[in-house]
Structures are given as structure tokens and as C-alpha cells.
């Protein structure tokens, strides 16, 4: 028998909780009302969004504490690692949506809003919680004006209809 990866138990904990929140009246986000604009795909696609470069800053940065929960080393994170991160920022400011299939815009959602809240964390590090910051996000990517894609609240709220993910 194989032994189970960190990858195969971390989605199975996620379809478990995503299950069980979904199911709770309540606690799940309320309905999407996804817009036209954030529900076109292209389901024949094969586009595969490059998320490599956020891979690496997270194989540098993240570490499981012995309590079991995953931190980010915010304080050891370097003038390189953080240009990266705005590079990555950037060129996931440039993916076309519509052109990705539903699976591929799910994850790209996913990475983009994770590498997003650790670059504002970075920005105004150190602080004790994302909540400190109010305003957090300023409806623009990366400092970047807004090109009409990214607006506070649809990109990930409204676009998601998993409640675990509605961000």
C-alpha cells in the first residue's frame, strides 16, 4: 500500500471541511451571483496556468509548527523572494480567464488570492493579523490600476460557488 502524500491528504481534508461547511446552514457563504464577466470559460481549454514561481516562494517560506498548522516566515522572506512574488503578481494580472477551463480557474483563483494576502501581509509587515489593515484590498492587483478585471469583491466572492472558498 502507497503511502498517502501531504497533497492527497490536504485535498481530502479540504473536500471533507467544504462537505460538512456546505451542509450547515449558516456557516456556508450565501449564494453566488456570479456575473457574466467571472463565468465565461472556454471547458475545452488545456491552458495550463504556470504557478511555479509561487510553488518556490512557498517551499522557501511555509513551515508546519509543531502544533500541526502551516505559518509563513514573513520576517525571512528576502528583497529577491518579495520581487518574485510581484512578478508573479504581474503575470497573473495578464491570464485571460475566459480562455481557462472551470478546473484551471479554480486554481488559479485559489493562488492568486493566497499570493495576493501574503504580499499585503509583506507590505506592511510586521503585524499580528490581516485585520489590523483596513482596506486591504484596494480593488487593484499588485498596485496595479484597475484594468476592469479585478474589483473588490468579484473576483473571488463572487466567482466562487464552493463555500470553502469564498473569499
Not at 136 to 149: C, F, I, L, S
Request: glycine content about 6%; some cysteine; aromatic content about 10%.
Amino acid at each position: 500500500m502507497a503511502p498517502i502524500s501531504r497533497r492527497s491528504a490536504l485535498g481530502g481534508a479540504l473536500a471533507l471541511m467544504a462537505s460538512t461547511i456546505s451542509s450547515r446552514p449558516g456557516i456556508a457563504a450565501p449564494a453566488a451571483q456570479l456575473w457574466q464577466k467571472w463565468a465565461a470559460n472556454d471547458s475545452a481549454s488545456r491552458i495550463v496556468v504556470d504557478h511555479q514561481a509561487w510553488g518556490i516562494f512557498l517551499r522557501r517560506y511555509l513551515v508546519e509548527e509543531p502544533d500541526g498548522i502551516y505559518r509563513l516566515r514573513y520576517g525571512d522572506v528576502s528583497a529577491a523572494d518579495k520581487q518574485a512574488l510581484d512578478l508573479y503578481l504581474e503575470k497573473m494580472s495578464n491570464v485571460q480567464l475566459q480562455s481557462l477551463n472551470p478546473t484551471e480557474q479554480f486554481a488559479y483563483w485559489i493562488n492568486f488570492y493566497n499570493a495576493l494576502t501574503v504580499k499585503t501581509i509583506l507590505d506592511h509587515y510586521p503585524v499580528k493579523s490581516i485585520r489590523e489593515l483596513h482596506h486591504w484590498w484596494d480593488g487593484t492587483v499588485a498596485g496595479k490600476a484597475d484594468r476592469g478585471r479585478w474589483r473588490t469583491g468579484c473576483a473571488g466572492r463572487h466567482r466562487a460557488s464552493n463555500p470553502a472558498t469564498a473569499f
